[in-house]
């Protein structure tokens, strides 16, 4: 009987102190605004969910079948049973976890590399360039293995019942070198559109959301950074150098 209570006893205790779903962002995001979706992508699988309120599904799921998930408010996930088969840990597992939630856009900010380069000039920030549909981003994760390069597509459908259009699909990128910079990547991924739905077509699992009028980003890279700064420096030169002339003739004609 002694046993049983101190059991019941440290099992409360550490439910308790388990990190509950509701706090794995902010939690994350203190640790480190730079790379929080690392954090979340760990923490979100073993989380304590304390209510029911909010848009999250975690749940196991058959190998054999295609997984539908449905987050309310018209936001779908399809994984095909054989992206479902790559996410297993071992060959003789029969299901695979299923983590799906909608996170609020304001916490994917473009972070700034941190090459020389692309500091020469004053780049406007991604987040003012483009707009995130409905100011959600729809994360997913099957699994403990990274999904990449599926031969069948993950679909992911967002809500589109304002009919906005000019909608692009695209993935949250995350820097892997040192002159990178976290943003928006199309890669992978193919738009489609319905009605009232976008559907978004992608050969991997990630942070998905749907860009709202991406032709109107101007992306700058580094060479042309480069470029535009010399030019600005050249411009400025000559500028100060034409005004010195015009200052002399002044003063020489007087």
Not at 179 to 205: K, V
């Amino acid at each position: 009987m002694k046993w049983n209570s101190l059991y019941l006893l440290t099992l409360c205790f550490s439910t308790t102190r388990a990190l509950s779903c509701e706090g794995v962002i902010s939690n994350c995001w203190n640790q480190d605004p730079t790379a929080w979706t690392r954090c979340y992508e760990d923490a979100i699988t073993t989380c304590v969910r304390r209510s029911r309120s909010g848009f999250f599904f975690r749940n196991e799921v058959n190998l054999s079948e295609q997984a539908e998930v449905n987050l309310g408010l018209g936001y779908r996930v399809q994984v095909p049973s054989s992206a479902l088969q790559r996410s297993r840990r071992v060959q003789s597992d029969y299901t695979v976890m299923i983590v799906a939630t909608l996170i609020n856009s304001s916490y994917f900010q473009p972070t700034s590399p941190r090459s020389k380069v692309r500091r020469l000039i004053n780049q406007q920030p991604l987040s003012m360039q483009q707009t995130v549909l409905g100011d959600r981003v729809l994360f997913v994760k099957a699994g403990s293995q990274p999904l990449s390069n599926l031969t069948e597509r993950v679909q992911l459908i967002f809500n589109n019942e304002k009919m906005v259009k000019n909608g692009r699909c695209v993935f949250w990128r995350e820097p892997h070198l040192m002159n990178e910079t976290a943003q928006w990547s199309t890669e992978g991924c193919i738009t489609d559109t319905s009605r009232e739905e976008y559907i978004c077509s992608c050969n991997h699992l990630s942070f998905f959301a749907v860009l709202v009028n991406p032709e109107l980003n101007s992306k700058v890279d580094e060479r042309n950074a480069a470029s535009l700064s010399y030019i600005t420096y050249i411009g400025s030169a000559l500028s100060a150098l034409f005004a010195f002339g015009s200052l002399f003739i002044y003063v020489v004609l007087q």
